[in-house]
Nanobody
Framework: QVQLVESGGGLAQPGGSLRLSCAAS????????MRWYRQIPGKQRELVASITSGGLTNYADSAKGRFTISRDNAKKTVYLQMNSLKPEDTAVYYCNTLYGPLDYWGQGTQVFVSS
């Protein structure tokens, strides 16, 4: 069974940095694209960044130039390095992959950006 476990969230000051991690199991990790989403209460979940099995990346406009998605296939882990954080980055961040016909999600990790 596919499992995704996020970690690394917490409190950061505006302008600060956090690195989120998502450890995957139950799949041949290197074969699958991975995504980071975020959700603010009362709003739809939005795609932040994605990385293909071959390492090609894509970012939401809000993340470009500040966030970097990467993957370590040996560790079956995908990362989201977030720099120059803003209060509007406050959200629950979720790791996601599409495995066969099913979307799999982690439990989420809370990021709170405030002075």
């Amino acid at each position: 069974q596919v499992q995704l476990v996020e970690s690394g969230g917490g409190l950061a000051q505006p302008g600060g940095s956090l690195r989120l991690s998502c450890a995957a199991s139950g799949l041949t990790f290197s074969n699958y694209a991975m995504r980071w989403y975020r959700q603010i209460p009362g709003k739809q979940r939005e795609l932040v960044a994605s990385i293909t099995s071959g390492g090609l990346t894509n970012y939401a406009d809000s993340a470009k130039g500040r966030f970097t998605i990467s993957r370590d296939n040996a560790k079956k882990t995908v990362y989201l390095q977030m720099n120059s954080l803003k209060p509007e980055d406050t959200a629950v961040y979720y790791c996601n992959t599409l495995y066969g016909p099913l979307d799999y999600w982690g439990q989420g990790t809370q990021v709170f950006v405030s002075s």
